[in-house]
């Protein structure tokens, strides 16, 4: 687990990975608690379950901020690999192609290189991260009736990143030493989305074989 810990204390990430999470807080606290668990070796189906006497969505809250940086590490080790000419669509094989639409620059769905794709992705997810109407830090202020909504779109987009960098990348995975931490980064997605069904089980179809292996 030694090894997963640095491993995603890399400097190399896709984007500049977000604290977001002031220390002092009480879901500071919670997400030190959680990363304790996480490199503890205990098994992550219990380490996902919602620990006695604390908050669901500051739960969701704080593994939403985990995930985006830990993705954003995955992803910005495979850059170099991943461009417009290798990625022209943001795939995971011929049977899935995602088109990005976010409602305000692209209001229709739109076909996109992987990479673009990914950037666009991780932009938007930073804005619904930095936004205190949506994910709250201070004490006592409530989460909007749309917080799981916009949780479940955050979730289900990074899924797509695994689903590319698993089905087009998974060679450069290997070769690169990573494919063990990203497979602990993904069993630990995996059973966090489906604790608390985060995520529509179609979504996860293009990774069933994977996930059948690594997580059943």
């Known amino acids: ?38 490199h503890s070796g205990i098994d992550l189906k219990h380490v996902v379950k919602l620990p006695p006497d604390e908050d669901l969505n500051d739960w969701i809250a704080v593994h ?4 985006f940086n830990r993705i954003n590490v995955i992803y910005g080790v495979l850059t170099e690999y991943c461009t417009e000419q290798t990625c022209p669509t943001m795939s995971g094989g011929p049977k899935y192609e995602y088109h990005w639409c976010d409602g305000v620059k692209y ?20 804005d619904q991260i930095n936004n205190e109407d949506i994910f709250p830090i201070k004490c006592g ?5 749309t917080y799981i909504g916009t949780v479940k779109k955050i979730l289900t987009r990074l899924f797509r ?12 995975l290997v ?25 529509d089980k179609k979504e996860l179809d293009p990774l069933k074989q994977l996930t059948e292996r690594l997580c059943m």
């Open 161 to 172: 990143v695994f689903v590319h960098v698993y089905i087009h990348h998974f060679d450069k």
């Open 175 to 199: 070769s690169l030493g990573a494919e063990p931490h990203v497979n602990t980064c993904y069993k630990h997605f995996y059973y966090f989305v489906t604790e608390f069904n985060l995520v």
């Open 141 to 145: 202020v409530p989460f909007p009736k």
């Open 64 to 67: 939403v901020v985990d995930f």
């Open 107 to 126: 209001k229709k769905p739109t076909k996109l290189p992987a990479p673009q794709y990914i950037s666009l992705l991780m932009d938007w997810i930073e």
């Open 1 to 38: 687990m030694a090894n997963f810990v640095s491993f995603f204390s890399k400097d190399k990430t896709f984007r500049q990975k977000k604290k977001n999470i002031p220390e002092g807080t009480m879901r500071y606290d919670l997400h030190k608690r959680a990363n304790a668990s996480l």
